[in-house]
């Protein structure tokens, strides 16, 4: 933060809570999957609205996007490496 970062979930929840950076890691990682099972009954829903369909979908696809660029760390600093291996196996290497 004194680089002028945001904070991160594990800080925010250190800081409301007075949690160790342990508590807080336990606890992000548990709201992980629990979202994934919110978003995914939500979509599975009968949903009337077109509108609220879109959203939902929409929602799901940027979960997915910021799941896959973070879940092996940083995604652009810390490892871009897999990032690139990744992207190229997608757009660039033949099936």
């Given at each position: 933060?004194?680089?002028?970062d945001?904070?991160?979930?594990?800080?925010?929840?250190?800081?409301?809570?007075?949690?160790?950076?342990?508590?807080a890691?336990?606890?992000?990682?548990?709201l992980?999957?629990?979202?994934?099972?919110?978003?995914?009954?939500?979509?599975?829903?009968?949903?009337?609205?077109?509108?609220?369909?879109?959203?939902?979908?929409?929602?799901?696809?940027?979960?997915?996007?910021?799941?896959?660029?973070y879940?092996?760390?940083?995604?652009?600093?810390?490892?871009?490496?897999?990032?690139?291996?990744?992207?190229?196996?997608?757009?660039?290497?033949?099936?």
């Amino acid at each position: 933060m004194a680089r002028g970062d945001n904070p991160k979930a594990v800080q925010c929840y250190m800081n409301e809570t007075g949690a160790t950076e342990d508590q807080a890691i336990m606890y992000v990682k548990t709201l992980n999957p629990n979202t994934w099972k919110k978003l995914n009954k939500e979509r599975l829903g009968v949903m009337t609205s077109q509108i609220a369909k879109e959203l939902t979908h929409c929602a799901a696809n940027l979960t997915r996007m910021a799941h896959f660029m973070y879940h092996e760390g940083d995604g652009h600093g810390s490892c871009p490496e897999v990032t690139k291996a990744h992207i190229l196996s997608l757009l660039v290497n033949p099936i």
